[in-house]
């Protein structure tokens, strides 16, 4: 059982991270600084299992197109999700749409201002309301996110596992006990910030470190061990045989409707496969289906692309099959004209295969 740190040595630490933060830190961000919760909140979404240097243009393109929450609410779907192309984790980009509604809606367009209110908002979780809640209204609210375990599990020497019941709750309540109360935005951003150019996972700054004197992980030497994670992120793999059918210029396409990886991103009509594809003698009876009297006059040899997701690692297997007149296909399909496909909001594995074409 870990035993919290001393109030000295947490002092010391708010003291130096402080004494960085004003002196030392010149990391820049487009929305940082930021007072107004509609950008804080679209900012940290964005951010969300995204690198801040691929985040950094897409939250100016998202801000140009979509300035305020009324201009999110009234957006179509497919604008929105378009924008949001190539960020992956669609869901994020669902729930901004939901929220902004809502707000509009239910609250007349005024983002809430308390952290329990915020709270409440779908997609947003008890990381994201106390960034917004501190940047925006400076309520004191700690921060607590993957940056902040590894900054207070290094300097404090904190064995417990962040992924752990136990250790969520004890680095939660020291995030707390750390905050400075008088200026709850400025030390938020000061420990991501520090986390992110400093203590880094990688190849931590250790040396230059304001904090390194009274580290615990630099003088026992376990600034690599730590911090601890228990769990392994299992990667299944899954296989998807897209046909790419094309009749006089057009292209079958179809949306994804049912909840699973890239709910309402389109795709090409697409089978997935148990494992990786073989040649079948007879074909895929659901192709047959869906070519119906329409005879393939010219073929082309699949071509494979791969994206690997957090959980999943997805193999796409992409067939162009030109025909003789338009297969009947399924209710749900469009055809479209090969130069709408780029207004079209797709996942990055087809993409991949699109921006080869």
């Known amino acids: 059982m870990e035993i919290m740190p001393s109030s000295a040595l947490k002092k010391a630490f708010v003291r130096g991270l402080l004494k960085w933060n004003?002196?030392?830190?010149?990391?820049?961000?487009?929305?940082?600084?930021?007072?107004?919760?509609?950008?804080?909140?679209?900012?940290?979404?964005?951010?969300?299992?995204?690198?801040?240097?691929?985040?950094?243009?897409?939250?100016?393109?998202?801000?140009?197109?979509?300035?305020?929450?009324?201009?999110?609410?009234?957006?179509?779907?497919?604008?929105?999700?378009?924008?949001w192309e190539g960020l992956g984790y669609y869901s994020r980009c669902r729930n901004l749409l939901a929220t902004?509604?809502?707000?509009?809606?239910?609250?007349?367009?005024?983002?809430?201002?308390?952290?329990?209110?915020?709270?409440?908002?779908?997609?947003?979780?008890?990381?994201?309301?106390?960034?917004?809640a501190s940047f925006a209204f400076q309520l004191p609210y700690a921060v607590v996110d993957g940056n902040v375990f590894r900054v207070l599990s290094r300097f404090f020497g904190i064995e417990t596992a962040t992924d752990s019941t136990a250790g969520k709750k004890l680095f939660t309540r020291l995030a707390e006990d750390l905050l400075d109360k008088r200026m709850p935005g400025e030390y938020n951003q000061a420990i991501m910030d520090f986390g992110a150019v400093v203590c880094k996972p990688v190849a931590p700054l250790c040396e230059e470190c304001k904090l390194k004197k009274n580290c615990v992980a630099l003088t026992t030497g376990r600034v690599q061990?730590?911090?601890?994670?228990?769990?392994?992120?299992?990667?299944?793999?899954?296989?998807f045989m897209?046909?790419?059918?094309?009749?006089?210029g057009f292209i079958a396409v179809r949306k994804r409707h049912k909840k699973d990886i890239w709910q309402d991103l389109y795709e090409f009509p697409m089978l997935e496969l148990r494992?990786?594809?073989?040649?079948?003698?007879?074909?895929?009876?659901?192709?047959?289906?869906?070519?119906?009297?329409?005879?393939?006059?010219?073929?082309?040899?699949?071509?494979?692309?791969?994206?690997?997701?957090?959980?999943?690692?997805?193999?796409?297997?992409?067939?162009?099959?030109?025909?003789?007149?338009?297969?009947?296909?399924?209710s749900d399909w469009r055809w479209v004209r090969k130069k709408q496909l780029t207004e079209l909001s797709f996942p990055g594995l087809i993409n991949q295969y699109l921006e080869k074409k």
Request: glycine fraction near 6%.
């Open 22 to 83: 004003r002196e030392q830190n010149t990391r820049e961000m487009p929305w940082k600084g930021e007072k107004d919760p509609y950008r804080i909140w679209i900012s940290e979404i964005i951010l969300q299992q995204t690198r801040v240097e691929q985040g950094w243009d897409y939250y100016n393109r998202f801000i140009k197109l979509f300035p305020d929450i009324q201009q999110l609410a009234k957006a179509p779907d497919e604008k929105v999700f378009k924008c």
């Open 100 to 132: 902004a509604r809502f707000i509009v809606k239910e609250r007349n367009g005024v983002f809430p201002d308390q952290y329990e209110e915020i709270l409440e908002l779908k997609g947003i979780g008890p990381y994201t309301a106390a960034a917004i």
């Open 225 to 239: 061990d730590l911090p601890v994670k228990n769990k392994k992120v299992r990667v299944r793999d899954r296989w």
């Open 242 to 248: 897209y046909f790419i059918l094309e009749h006089n």
């Open 275 to 330: 494992k990786a594809p073989v040649r079948r003698k007879g074909g895929y009876p659901e192709l047959n289906a869906w070519l119906g009297t329409a005879n393939v006059i010219a073929a082309y040899p699949p071509v494979v692309y791969r994206q690997l997701l957090s959980h999943q690692q997805v193999y796409g297997y992409f067939s162009v099959l030109q025909t003789d007149s338009r297969p009947p296909g399924e």
